[in-house]
């Protein structure tokens, strides 16, 4: 059974950096494409980046530049590292795999995490 597992959320000041993790279990975790969704209270869970089997990424234009998607498949975790935060970046970010949506739409998703909250203050 395919899980995911968030941490690494917290609050932060505007400015500062955060790194989320997710770990998977049970299914070949580099054989799957893997993303990162946001949603903010009120507003609809947004793709934020992705990463597929070879590598390749691609990012929401609002992230692009400030934030880093990563795999370490030796230790079946996804990263997100986000640097200059700010507050409308808060948000309850969730980790998804699938062994075929490579994009950043939430319907191309089967498997999520629980979510991880991030909070920036200004």
Sequence with gaps: QVQLVESGGGSVQAGGSLRLSC??????YSSYCMAWFRQAPGKEREGVAATNSDGRTSYAVSVKGRFTISKDNAKDTLYLQMNSLTPEDTA???CAADPVGCGTW???YN???QGAQVTVSS
């Design 23 to 28: 770990v998977a279990y049970g299914y070949t």
């Design 92 to 94: 309850m970010y969730y």
């Design 106 to 108: 939430e319907y191309e």
């Design 111 to 113: 498997y999520w995490g």
